[in-house]
């Protein structure tokens, strides 16, 4: 073989596994997702046999995690990659961290949901965590397509809807301690949603995060203490100079 071909080969070899990983951490973040829609919706019909299924599906987004961060060690080890390469290890790693801890969050949203089916259904049947879980479930899908594409500006777009997130998150804490300080019987049920909001904005945290992740990995800039309007100004600014 010609040394040419050797190094093509190489290459070529190194690129399929780079894609091979990419390909494992959609396949993480599907999971997660799953698991998040389907512990809310256990939630809402009150369905104790799914959320106790969720909850003990964790396990398989924790052997995904294992397995990927497996992979990038090899790379690591073996192929010393350079510039956008490296950066898309280092991604990769953030990442799936970040999609095993939406992972236990929707586990613990998954125990919670079994156990509020076990009381009556509430009249609006938890119409804000419906709520609040629908913008979430939509962040983490469209933080991990804007992955899939390496699109900045969509990760941009996605990491800015934190902020309802947060919004909505103080509406339902504020309800909960208005509902327990009219009716201490509801003290309880009351906890539970919260620590289930909590949970759900939790999740929104770590999808924002990914879409800083997205960003680092294409441009190569750390923007995770850097407001995100910023971020954008900058973006722009560089694409018309490369215009």
């Not at 997660?32 to 046999?49: F, M, N, P, T, W």
């Not at 586990?107 to 938890?126: N, S």
Request: hydrophobic content about 40%; some cysteine; proline content about 1%.
């Amino acid at each position: 073989m010609e040394k040419s071909d050797l190094t093509h080969h190489i290459l070529s070899r190194f690129n399929e596994d780079l894609e091979r990983i990419r390909t494992q951490v959609l396949q993480m973040g599907g999971l997660v997702e799953e698991q998040l829609k389907r512990g809310v919706q256990a939630l809402i019909d009150g369905d104790s046999r799914a959320g106790e299924e969720v909850a003990r599906n964790d396990h398989k987004v924790n052997s995904m995690e294992i397995s990927i961060d497996d992979n990038c060690s090899k790379i690591l080890a073996t192929r010393s990659p350079a510039a956008s390469d490296l950066r898309l290890i280092v991604a990769v790693i953030k990442t799936i961290t970040d999609l095993e801890r939406i992972g236990d969050e929707a586990e613990k949203i998954g125990y919670i949901g079994a156990r509020l089916a076990t009381m009556e259904q509430p009249a609006d049947r938890y119409r804000e965590i419906k709520h609040i879980g629908r913008i979430v479930a939509d962040m983490v899908h469209e933080a991990l397509d804007a992955f899939a594409r390496l699109d900045a500006e969509a990760a941009i777009a996605t990491a800015k809807k934190d902020r309802l997130v947060d919004e909505e998150y103080d509406a339902i804490q504020r309800q909960c301690i208005t509902f327990m300080m009219e009716d201490p019987r509801s003290i309880r049920r009351a906890l539970d949603v919260l620590w289930v909001a909590r949970a759900i904005e939790r999740i929104g945290d770590h999808a924002k995060n990914i879409c800083e992740y997205i960003i680092y990995m294409v441009y190569g800039k750390d923007v995770r203490h850097v407001h995100l309007e910023d971020v954008e100004k900058q973006l722009k600014l560089r694409a018309a100079k490369s215009e």
